[in-house]
């Protein structure tokens, strides 16, 4: 059983920042990469950035400069530091990761429930 949680969302105002927690747990052979993504109420999901297991990164241009993403592997958590909020980042935030939970196995993606952040204008 892989579990991921997500933390950290929550009202902020406009200009504000947040940062965004994903603990991954369960039976773990190999975590490969990981990423963001969100959604916003009646659109659909959208890549936000992921991060490879070498940590290279990986960015939405509505982004870029405003969020960074980062790992801890010995916690097997990852973060999004999101700054200068603006109401068009509302959204549920998703964490993903690509994982193998044993030598036989495939890699496959598992995903979290999602963190709510709302940007007040």
């Known amino acids: 059983q892989v579990q991921l949680v997500e933390s950290g969302g929550g009202l902020v105002q406009s200009g504000g920042s947040r940062r965004l927690s994903c603990a991954v747990s369960?039976?773990?052979?190999?975590?490969?990469?990981m990423g963001w993504y969100r959604q916003a109420e009646e659109k659909q999901r959208e890549l936000v950035a992921t991060?490879?297991?070498?940590?290279?990164?990986n960015y939405a241009d509505s982004v870029k400069g405003r969020f960074t993403v980062s790992k801890d592997n010995a916690k097997n958590t990852l973060y999004l530091q999101i700054n200068s909020l603006k109401p068009d980042d509302t959204a549920v935030y998703y964490c993903?990761?690509?994982?193998?939970?044993?030598?036989?196995?495939?890699?496959?993606?598992?995903w979290g429930k999602g963190t709510l952040v709302t940007v007040s204008s």
């Open positions: 991060i490879t297991n070498i940590g290279s990164t």
């Open positions: 993903t990761a690509n994982i193998r939970r044993s030598w036989s196995d495939a890699n496959r993606d598992y």
């Open positions: 369960g039976s773990i052979f190999l975590l490969n990469s």
